[in-house]
T-cell receptor, first 114, second 115 residues
Framework: KAGVTQTPRYLIKTRGQQVTLSCSPI?????VSWYQQTPGQGLQFLFE???????NKGNFPGRFSGRQFSNSRSEMNVSTLELGDSALYLC?????????????FGSGTQLSVL | AQKVTQAQTEISVVEKEDVTLDCVYE???????LFWYKQPPSGELVFLIR??????QNEISGRYSWNFQKSTSSFNFTITASQVVDSAVYFC????????????FGTGTRLKVLA
């Protein structure tokens, strides 16, 4: 069974640009969540999607957005990039997104903003 | 508000030593779940263990064991006879039983096991 796949693995952008990251969950998993990982802040919750609906959103500015498609694949978009957006962005999937479930993580997308 | 604190930033041990990673959490929920995840250099977090709030039985799974103390809001994780391959960053996480669809992670403890 294939794991969670995130593309691309690495990205380099400049300030002001926008970026789209992709995540394919494990087959049968309908919940996809996104986390930002930085050395200073650790893992911060961005948002969670289930059946194409965003059910929760973390404390991030509106420049961070996401969506989920009918096949459960998800994308997140960051517009008007800032230097502070440099981070490892991790996607995680689970069957229902309930708190009792363990998350399956992808290897992440390392975003560098210059 | 929910919060997870891992006070140990980095720990170094020599191979075959036992090591305990500390985790203290805060929540007002009566039903919740606690997790430990391991993040090797590849970046992918890997699930290790899960504990629910209504079962304080402590368990051992291979070289891993955990100590859940509801009275002190602690969920410590022990690796027995550590190995070099255990070197990674370990995260403690908290989630509500249902409803918020998010996990609160601690800042992680970097474990270095020296040969």
């Amino acid at each position: 069974k294939a794991g969670v796949t995130q593309t691309p693995r690495y990205l380099i952008k400049t300030r002001g640009q926008q970026v789209t990251l992709s995540c394919s969950p494990i087959s049968g998993h309908r919940s996809v969540s996104w986390y930002q990982q930085t050395p200073g802040q650790g893992l911060q919750f961005l948002f969670e999607y289930f059946s194409e609906t965003q059910r929760n959103k973390g404390n991030f500015p509106g420049r961070f957005s996401g969506r989920q498609f009918s096949n459960s694949r998800s994308e997140m978009n960051v517009s008007t990039l800032e230097l502070g957006d440099s981070a490892l962005y991790l996607c995680a999937s689970s069957r229902e997104g309930q708190g009792r479930e363990k998350l399956f993580f992808g290897s992440g997308t390392q975003l560098s903003v210059l | 508000a929910q919060k997870v604190t891992q006070a140990q930033t980095e720990i170094s041990v020599v191979e075959k030593e036992d090591v305990t990673l500390d985790c203290v959490y805060e929540t007002r929920d009566t039903t919740y779940y606690l997790f430990w995840y391991k993040q090797p250099p590849s970046g992918e977090l890997v699930f290790l263990i899960r504990r629910n709030s209504f079962d304080e039985q402590n368990e051992i799974s291979g070289r891993y064991s955990w100590n859940f103390q509801k009275s002190t809001s602690s969920f410590n994780f022990t690796i027995t006879a550590s190995q070099v391959v255990d070197s990674a960053v370990y995260f403690c996480a908290l989630s509500e039983a249902q409803g918020t669809y998010k996990y609160i992670f601690g800042t992680g403890t970097r474990l270095k096991v020296l040969a």
